[in-house]
C-alpha cells in the first residue's frame, strides 16, 4: 500500500525501517521524522504521518510480541524524555552563553 505519495513510500518500506531501528534499540521512541530521516527522506505535506504513527504502533507492538519481550526490560520512557529535555535545554542555554560572550 502506498502511504506517502510525495516521497512513493509504501507501508512495506515503512515497516522494514523500524524494524531495522527496533533491531539497534528496541525500547527507543520512534517517530515519523526518525523514520523518514532513516531512509534520507523527509515529509513534505505530511498528511501521510498519522498513517506513518499507525505503522510504529502496530509494527512495534508485532515485533515485540514475536519476540517475547519480558516486563522487566521496559525502561522508563518518561525518565529518559526527561533526561532528553533537559540535554537539550542545557545545549540551547550554552548556545546562547557563546552567542552573548563572542558579542
Not at 500500500?1 to 513510500?9: A, G, P, Q, R
Not at 499507525?54 to 524524555?81: K, P, W
Amino acid at each position: 500500500m502506498l502511504v506517502c505519495s510525495c516521497n512513493y513510500i509504501t507501508d512495506q518500506d515503512i515497516r522494514g525501517v523500524i524494524t531495522e531501528l527496533l533491531d539497534e534499540d528496541c525500547w527507543q521512541l520512534i517517530v515519523p521524522a526518525k523514520v523518514y530521516h532513516a531512509m534520507s527522506k523527509r515529509g513534505r505535506c505530511c498528511g501521510c504521518f498519522p498513517t506513518v504513527v499507525d505503522l510504529i504502533v502496530s509494527t512495534t507492538e508485532a515485533y515485540h510480541a514475536a519476540r517475547n519481550s519480558d516486563g522487566v526490560e521496559v525502561i522508563d520512557f518518561i525518565e529518559r524524555l526527561k533526561r532528553f529535555h533537559q540535554e537539550q535545554k542545557t545545549a540551547i542555554l550554552d548556545r546562547r552563553q557563546r552567542t552573548v560572550s563572542a558579542a
